[in-house]
């Protein structure tokens, strides 16, 4: 496995597509593709952005260390889709150093992606692609 990417989209639809790719040419020819009927579908998320964008309601938003914030209707919506993208990366680099990936056939240099579809977040940002066998958390997103 030469990559692995977490996909999200809030905007349009609210889902998670969890994807391992195993092309030698991964980190090369890297693929975005929306295939939505193959995700985890998180609908109250994206009630949530039409919430805040449409209708300016303030969002109750749960963290991923089960703290709680509330985003105000003045904040940018890049605000709301920096919470996903930021509780996704956790709960990824969470998973890693649980050992949850210790028996999947990852490549030495095998990284990992988070990217929203419609969204302004990427990780890890403009500093690199983030090694799947070493990951750790920073200020990236």
Known sequence: MKLITLTFDIEYEGYVDFDFDTRPDAISDIRWEERTEECLEFPHWNEGMQRFCCDELPLNVTLHDGSKTKITSEADEDVYERYIGDMLRDSLIDARESGLFDSLPLARDCFM?????????????????????????????
């Open 113 to 141: 992606l988070i990217a929203g579809t419609h969204a302004n977040y990427a990780w890890p940002d403009d500093r690199g692609f983030c090694d799947a066998n070493s990951a750790h958390r920073h200020d990236g997103g």
